[in-house]
């Protein structure tokens, strides 16, 4: 079997448990592909943190991953991709680096007919406007609306994504972005945690808005790049996945397996210390 980098894992690295729902859609795009992943539990939330903290803990969860070996980092955080995708790339180039806002963004203007797109994510995301410039980058005329939505976070984790509560929170939330004249026609879940809730999303925001999940659009990313890189899995078996976590095994295992939609044991989740 080659040993070349091609058959080292994918490293995929999230705030937390939240971006299994971004290896989820990895794991399915490709099957071949081994993933070592990495959740900061010990640190999460990073959404309501500065920058500069966001930064730094990015930094220590990538170089756990690159120490161990891996072909390609992705950033499965929307808040981390939305502050420390340059700095990433500029530690550990040529290592390649992706981040969850630029699929999201090319995902947002395919699907925007009237170009009035709401972004919702953590107030880190949003406060930043990484998807707001990313989106205008592509289509300079969009009118981009941010929207904070940190109850989802604790909503998902509950694993409670039906029912009034969930749909209370969304409207209240979404509600005052759907203006009179229906120029509104496109959602991204901008936030890891928030794929769970994407039924309750569209059951407020209506059939005629397009909800748009970036955990999907950066998998079919990470894929166009390994095939570009020559850098795809030449095994013929499916790939291997090793969980690494900060804190917390057991709660790793019981709310992540919601996420990954596989049953998890605390005892496949190594903890590791940054
Ligand atoms: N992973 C974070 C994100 O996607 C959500 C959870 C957190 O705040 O750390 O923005």
């Not at 072909?71 to 981040?99: D, M």
Request: glycine share 10%; charged share 20%; proline share 7%.
């Amino acid at each position: 079997m080659s040993m070349g980098p091609q058959s080292l894992p994918i490293g995929v690295f999230d705030s937390g448990v939240g971006g299994l729902t971004v290896l989820r859609a990895l794991r399915e795009a490709l099957p071949r592909e081994s993933f070592l992943y990495l959740g900061d539990t010990a640190r999460l939330p990073y959404g309501t943190k500065s920058p500069q903290t966001v930064e730094r803990y990015a930094k220590q969860s990538a170089q756990v991953l690159v120490d161990r070996g891996v072909k390609l980092l992705v950033i499965a955080c929307n808040t981390v991709s939305a502050v420390a995708v340059e700095t990433l790339r500029e530690q550990f180039g040529p290592l390649p680096v992706v981040g969850v806002v630029e699929p999201g963004a090319e995902a947002a203007c395919a699907a925007t007919s009237s170009g009035h797109i709401l972004i919702t994510g953590t107030e880190g995301t949003i406060r930043g406007g990484a998807y707001e410039r990313a989106i205008r980058r592509r289509r300079p005329g969009a009118v981009v609306l941010g929207q904070p939505c940190p109850l989802f976070v604790a909503l998902a984790e509950e694993a409670w994504t039906l029912g009034d509560v969930p749909k209370l929170a969304a409207r209240r939330y979404l509600a005052p972005h759907l203006d009179a004249d229906g120029a509104l026609d496109t959602v991204v879940l901008g936030c890891t945690h928030f794929p769970v809730l994407a039924g309750v999303v569209q059951s407020v925001v209506g059939p005629e808005v397009t909800v748009v999940d970036s955990a999907m659009t950066t998998a079919g990313a990470v894929r166009s790049l390994l095939e570009q890189l020559g850098l795809a899995s030449p095994n013929p078996v499916p790939g291997q996945l090793a969980l690494l976590a900060t804190d917390d095994a057991e709660r790793f295992a019981r709310v992540g397996s919601g996420f990954l939609s596989t049953p998890l044991r605390a005892e496949d989740v190594e903890l590791v210390d940054l």
